[in-house]
């Protein structure tokens, strides 16, 4: 066969076949350190160059989620990433599904990390695999505990169920201290969730209190005469959130007879926070891109 023969041949070949090299798969993290037992939102982002509309269903396991420590450590995948919703991604398009994938494994050590994601694409019968994200997994400095009992959580034996409010510290890349609420069980050895809280400043010494319904409530120093107060309850959902602005008065912490906890001195700030420590798998969706 003849040189140009074979490039005759190559080129119906390639025209024929799907190109599935013109469909990229990216894992996007929007930060790259998280705590045993927070929340660890991933975003699978899926670039259609193909020139053929795409179709993605729940029934075709088209999603499948690795995860690799960096020191070969076996990490034990505990349930299969879900793969939710039905859609089509047309030529040029994006779509873009975002999971958090910390309850699919055991991310207790502390490391670094890989992510890897693989789309099959059931029309071709084939797969696509990302690049590696990478994340690390820190322990953070614990500032505060307190055991409490979880109100209306009576056991067989009719004791109340026991947990623990952990309050801990991080220091994000050596340039910014993050803190967190932990809740465990009363040993420790059971980590219920993690609530992000922010940013605190070096010097500040947080205030923690429970009221009477066992909510955590706790007042700490954001920024320079600013404070941020958070309420938060057993289960971890964030009641209050705002920002306090210092005036005549430093914002404190105040319990008062009847077992509530207000908070008293300085001016509330206008704020719309999201909820801290609420990740919410997203249905993918289309972006022009």
Not at 20 to 27: E, L, P
Not at 39 to 50: F, L
Not at 101 to 112: C, D, V
Not at 264 to 283: D, F, L, V, W, Y
Request: hydrophobic share 35%.
């Amino acid at each position: 066969m003849s040189l140009k023969m074979v490039r005759l041949f190559l080129l119906i070949w390639l025209c024929a076949v799907p190109s599935w090299g013109q469909v990229k798969v990216q894992v996007l993290l929007d930060q790259n350190q998280f705590l045993p037992g927070e929340a660890v939102p991933v975003k699978v982002r899926i670039i259609n160059h193909s020139g053929q509309t795409l179709k993605f269903d729940p029934s075709s396991n088209w999603l499948r989620i690795s995860l690799q420590a960096e020191d070969s450590f076996i990490v034990e995948q505990t349930g299969e990433v879900p793969a939710t919703g039905h859609f089509e991604l047309p030529p040029s398009k994006m779509a873009t599904k975002g999971v958090d994938i910390e309850p699919y494994f055991t991310l207790s050590r502390p490391g670094r990390y890989a992510v890897v994601a693989t789309v099959r694409i059931q029309e071709w019968n084939q797969t696509i695999t990302s690049e590696p994200a990478k994340f690390d997994l820190i322990g953070g400095t614990k500032l505060w505990e307190r055991a409490f009992g979880v109100p209306n959580s009576a056991q067989p034996d009719g004791s109340p169920e026991v947990r623990k409010y952990l309050l801990q510290q991080a220091n994000h890349l050596r340039t910014q201290i993050q803190l967190y609420v932990r809740i465990t069980d009363a040993s420790e050895g059971r980590t219920y969730c993690v609530v992000p809280i922010g940013p605190i400043v070096s010097f500040s010494e947080p205030k923690a209190l429970l009221d009477k319904d066992s909510n955590l409530h706790l007042l700490y120093q954001s920024g320079p005469r600013v404070s941020t107060y958070f309420a938060i309850d057993p289960y971890g959902k964030v009641l209050t959130h705002e920002m306090i602005e210092y005036s005549a008065s430093r914002p404190r912490l105040v319990p008062a007879e009847d077992g509530s906890i207000t908070v008293q001195g300085g001016i509330r700030m206008p704020h719309a926070p999201e909820e801290s420590g609420s990740q919410e798998s997203t249905k993918p969706k289309n972006d022009e891109g």
